[in-house]
Nanobody
Framework: QVQLVESGGGLVQAGGSLRLSCAAS????????MGWFRQAPGKEREFVAA????????YYADSVKGRLTISRDNAKNAVYLQMNNLKPEDTAVYYC????????????????????WGQGTQVTVSS
């Protein structure tokens, strides 16, 4: 069992920045590959970013490349999403997700591959 809790969401003006955090508990964090997804009103949940358990690999949706950065700190059992130059279209509920990874470099970027999910944190970007 893995528990994930997101934080750091809020209201920000276009062009501003936020850093989302996801704290994990319940099992060894270093054994988990992590991802961020988001869901806007009226839209399907979409992939945002993923990072391997070793931090050696990452992958981003085209819409966020160059603006959002995923990172992790295994000593703190946490994964982060640094969000810069935010746009109104980034408005969504952001979810972190985790899956036990057998290989350190493996990435997961489809939601059906993830076994554990947080409850989400709201990000609202005003124009």
């Amino acid at each position: 069992q893995v528990q994930l809790v997101e934080s750091g969401g809020g209201l920000v003006q276009a062009g501003g920045s936020l850093r989302l955090s996801c704290a994990a508990s319940g099992r060894t964090f270093s054994g988990l590959a992590m991802g961020w997804f988001r869901q806007a009103p009226g839209k399907e949940r979409e992939f945002v970013a993923a990072i391997s358990r070793s931090s050696g690999s990452s992958y981003y949706a085209d819409s966020v490349k160059g603006r959002l950065t995923i990172s992790r700190d295994n000593a703190k059992n946490a994964v982060y999403l640094q969000m810069n130059n935010l746009k109104p279209e980034d408005t969504a509920v952001y979810y972190c997700a985790a899956v036990s990874a057998s290989f350190s470099g493996r990435l997961y970027y489809t939601d059906y591959e993830y076994h554990y999910w947080g409850q989400g944190t709201q990000v609202t970007v005003s124009s």
